[in-house]
């Protein structure tokens, strides 16, 4: 899809099908007004209302899209709008349309640029590879859109920079909703190396043997009983430098979690290909980091196993050797995720990071605290955390803190061991990230739970749709945007 910027005004320029953005009460141009009964539109949050205006303008289809009270459009209300224009664009058949303000809300024009971008790019987004069949609209795409604006040059850059980040997501999104007999950790490994070629990335993808020598006790661990060998990968980006940060992305890249021995219920089972989402989220990010060319050092790195149960699963009971020489205590082979993130995150200390900031489907009780409309995050420093959630609230996706303090370290202290990989069911999510914290030394660390917002069987958002979210690519560029040293 190409969006482009001009200048002028929506309604005076010939086009098949205009777009114009209206906030609720304002008044419509005579021209409009005099197609419809007052009472047909009346600017209401993503209300839309198609018009054949005939001569009155010069667009042969006008759609107004409410945008709500003037004074709550935000980010993410444009987003939200451009999602539903593009899907109403589709619906309508047509390959291009053009995009315009009533009045242009009071944000940012680059801003608004961007929020743009983002709300076609992924309101453009399906995952049909596996139709064989495909209905009308599922057949069609929109391939051009064209923005009015009054800012032809900031809204131009913002929207270059939506696009680069919708793609992320897109790409995000794929990676997700993949079958997990697709999506094995070679298939990742192989994405990441495709990410070098094609961006320049400086790509380390470690295979079995070389996990044994270097001693990835916890990914072997996990990944023991799968055919689906585990693999662990670096993407980086840029090189460490006084002028500029170095940030350690982590992300948890379960290819599929069957609960090993701890085998889980059907139902539970069911979506398990989406486990991977974390190492998702810093596929979605190195590629949209790269592409914006930001100004910093940016190391992604994803432990990718499948959990699988058999007579070569690692068992309840057992002692595992992290990377970090720490031993893990397995109470319950279904707690997986931090037992392979452990590695990753030892691994990231190696690169004396300015944050390491670690995405992970971790634990069912973060979808029963917070539900699908934030992420938790749990971190070892105020600061970043507090950048977390300002960025949450810029980009459209919340995360909402949990503490760490030092009783919650204590719950996974084992007898026997080191650490064991399971806190007991009171602070679930919690306790899981003190495990966590416990590999990433004195470096500022985040730890982002994104079990309840990575997978959605139902939509809340216009530009969402069931399945994968490639949730977190828009909150970490929004954060690295405004992160100096
Ligand atoms: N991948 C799951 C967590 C999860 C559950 C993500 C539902 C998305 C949706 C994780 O590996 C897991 O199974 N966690 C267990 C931990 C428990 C055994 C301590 C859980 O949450 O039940
Ligand atoms: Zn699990
Ligand atoms: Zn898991």
Same mark, same amino acid.
């Given at each position: 899809?190409?969006?482009?910027?001009?200048?002028?005004?929506?309604?005076?320029?010939?086009? #098949?099908?205009?777009?114009?953005?209206?906030?609720?009460?304002?008044?419509?141009?005579?021209?409009?007004?005099?197609?419809?009964?007052?009472?047909?539109?009346?600017?209401?949050?993503?209300?839309?209302?198609?018009?054949?205006? @005939?001569?009155?303008?010069?667009?042969?289809?006008?759609?107004?899209?409410?945008?709500?009270?003037?004074?709550?459009?935000?980010?993410?209300?444009?987003?939200?709008?451009?999602?539903?224009?593009?899907?109403?664009?589709?619906?309508?058949?047509?390959?291009?349309?053009?995009? @315009?303000?009533?009045?242009?809300?009071?944000?940012?024009?680059?801003?608004?640029?961007?929020?743009?971008?983002?709300?076609?790019?992924? +309101?453009?987004?399906?995952?049909?590879?596996?139709?064989?069949?495909?209905?009308?609209?599922?057949?069609?795409?929109?391939?051009?859109?064209?923005?009015?604006?009054? #800012?032809?040059?900031?809204?131009?850059?913002?929207?270059?920079?939506?696009?680069?980040? @919708?793609?992320?997501?897109?790409?995000?999104?794929?990676?997700?909703?993949?079958?997990?007999?697709?999506?094995?950790?070679?298939?990742?490994?192989?994405?990441?190396?495709?990410?070098?070629?094609?961006?320049?990335?400086?790509?380390?993808?470690?295979?079995?043997?070389?996990?044994?020598?270097?001693?990835?006790? @916890?990914?072997?661990?996990?990944?023991?009983?799968?055919?689906?060998?585990?693999?662990?990968?670096?993407?980086?980006?840029?090189?460490?430098?006084?002028?500029?940060?170095?940030?350690?992305?982590?992300?948890?890249?379960?290819?599929?979690?069957?609960?090993?021995?701890?085998?889980?219920?059907?139902?539970?089972?069911?979506?398990?290909?989406?486990?991977?989402?974390?190492?998702?989220?810093?596929?979605?990010?190195?590629?949209?980091?790269?592409?914006?060319?930001?100004?910093?050092?940016?190391?992604?790195?994803?432990?990718?196993?499948?959990?699988?149960?058999?007579?070569?699963?690692?068992?309840?009971?057992?002692?595992?050797?992290?990377?970090?020489?720490?031993?893990?205590?397995?109470?319950?082979?279904?707690?997986?995720?931090?037992?392979?993130?452990?590695?990753?995150?030892?691994?990231?200390?190696?690169?004396?990071?300015?944050?390491?900031?670690?995405?992970?489907?971790l634990t069912g009780a973060m979808i029963i605290a917070l539900?699908?409309?934030?992420?938790g995050?749990m971190?070892?420093?105020?600061?970043?955390?507090?950048?977390?959630?300002?960025?949450?609230?810029?980009?459209?996706?919340?995360?909402?803190?949990l503490?760490?303090?030092?009783?919650?370290?204590?719950?996974?202290?084992?007898?026997?061991?080191?650490?064991?990989?399971?806190g007991?069911?009171?602070a679930g999510s919690i306790t899981a990230g003190a495990?966590?914290?416990?590999?990433? +030394?004195?470096?500022?660390?985040?730890h982002?739970d994104?079990a309840g917002?990575?997978?959605?069987?139902?939509?809340?958002?216009?530009?969402?749709?069931?399945?994968?979210?490639?949730?977190?690519?828009?909150?970490?560029?929004?954060?690295?945007?405004?992160?100096?040293?």
């Open positions: 899809m190409e969006i482009k910027v001009t200048g002028g005004a929506v309604l005076d320029h010939e086009s #098949d099908l205009a777009v114009l953005a209206v906030c609720e009460d304002a008044s419509l141009p005579q021209s409009v007004a005099g197609l419809i009964e007052p009472k047909d539109f009346n600017g209401k949050m993503k209300k839309a209302l198609l018009l054949y205006p @005939g001569s009155a303008a010069s667009p042969r289809r006008l759609l107004l899209i409410g945008m709500g009270k003037p004074d709550k459009v935000r980010a993410e209300t444009l987003r939200e709008v451009a999602a539903v224009a593009i899907k109403e664009a589709r619906n309508l058949q047509a390959d291009a349309f053009s995009f @315009g303000f009533l009045d242009q809300p009071g944000l940012d024009a680059e801003k608004t640029g961007q929020a743009l971008a983002e709300g076609f790019e992924m +309101g453009a987004y399906r995952y049909l590879p596996y139709k064989t069949e495909l209905k009308d609209e599922e057949k069609f795409s929109v391939s051009d859109v064209t923005v009015y604006s009054k #800012d032809e040059k900031k809204t131009g850059t913002g929207l270059a920079a939506g696009q680069i980040i @919708g793609r992320g997501v897109a790409f995000a999104r794929d990676l997700v909703n993949g079958p997990g007999g697709k999506v094995t950790p070679a298939f990742l490994g192989e994405e990441a190396e495709a990410l070098g070629r094609n961006l320049g990335l400086n790509v380390t993808v470690l295979g079995p043997d070389q996990l044994v020598k270097q001693g990835f006790g @916890g990914i072997l661990a996990v990944g023991s009983a799968s055919v689906n060998e585990p693999r662990f990968i670096v993407m980086e980006y840029g090189k460490a430098s006084e002028k500029w940060p170095t940030v350690c992305l982590v992300g948890k890249g379960l290819t599929f979690d069957s609960g090993g021995l701890n085998i889980k219920p059907a139902e539970a089972m069911e979506m398990m290909k989406s486990d991977m989402g974390g190492s998702a989220t810093v596929f979605g990010a190195m590629q949209a980091i790269a592409e914006l060319k930001l100004p910093l050092h940016a190391v992604g790195i994803v432990s990718a196993a499948e959990n699988m149960p058999g007579s070569k699963a690692y068992r309840p009971g057992d002692v595992v050797k992290s990377l970090s020489g720490k031993t893990i205590e397995i109470l319950n082979t279904d707690a997986e995720g931090r037992v392979i993130l452990s590695d990753g995150l030892f691994y990231a200390q190696r690169y004396k990071p300015d944050a390491i900031i670690e995405f992970s489907t539900g699908a409309h934030a992420s995050v971190a070892t420093d105020q600061t970043l955390a507090d950048r977390l959630i300002a960025a949450g609230e810029e980009s459209g996706e919340r995360v909402w803190q503490p760490l303090w030092e009783e919650y370290h204590e719950m996974v202290k084992s007898e026997i061991a080191d650490l064991k990989n399971l007991g069911r009171a495990f966590l914290a416990a590999f990433v +030394g004195d470096y500022p660390f985040a982002v994104i917002t990575g997978w959605l069987d139902k939509p809340n958002k216009s530009y969402q749709e069931k399945g994968g979210q490639g949730v977190g690519v828009r909150l970490v560029v929004e954060m690295l945007n405004n992160f100096k040293k």
